[in-house]
């Protein structure tokens, strides 16, 4: 009989080991899967903070999109506009010249300024 008793003494003490083991390992997988949890959450923090910057982001570069071609259809000012006119009025006054000149059938079109000067005066 008290190798009855024995053996479940030792059963009895093998058993509250497996136990305390089991409850071990359970707080170790609690606190694992705490952490698991609390990463995550911060992951989908950092990801909708993300999603947000880049929906920001490409708001801002619609919106420069629009302001650019918006400025391209704006007549220029017409200072700028009279500048242009002249400037080209000036080019198709000179292309007669120069066309003999590349031609090579005349010297250099333009004239010294001392010459200018000098028979000015």
């Not at 479940?8 to 136990?19: A, G």
């Not at 950092?46 to 947000?52: G, L």
């Not at 009025?89 to 590349?102: A, G, R, T």
């Not at 031609?103 to 010294?112: A, H, S």
Request: hydrophobic share 35%; aromatic share 10%.
């Amino acid at each position: 009989m008290t190798s009855y008793f024995t053996e479940e003494v030792q059963l009895s003490r093998r058993y509250e080991e497996i136990l305390s083991q089991r409850l071990m390992l359970l707080q170790q997988r609690q606190c694992e899967f705490g952490e698991e949890k609390t990463e995550k959450a911060c992951q989908i923090q950092a990801s909708e903070v993300a999603h947000r910057r880049n929906f920001t982001l490409l708001n801002a570069t619609e919106e420069a999109k629009k302001a650019l071609r918006t400025r391209l259809h704006l007549l220029p000012h017409p200072e700028i506009l009279t500048f242009e006119t002249l400037y080209w009025k000036s080019v198709e006054d000179c292309i007669p010249k120069w066309k003999e000149f590349l031609l090579g059938r005349v010297q250099y079109p333009v004239e010294k300024q001392e010459s200018k000067i000098k028979g000015d005066s």
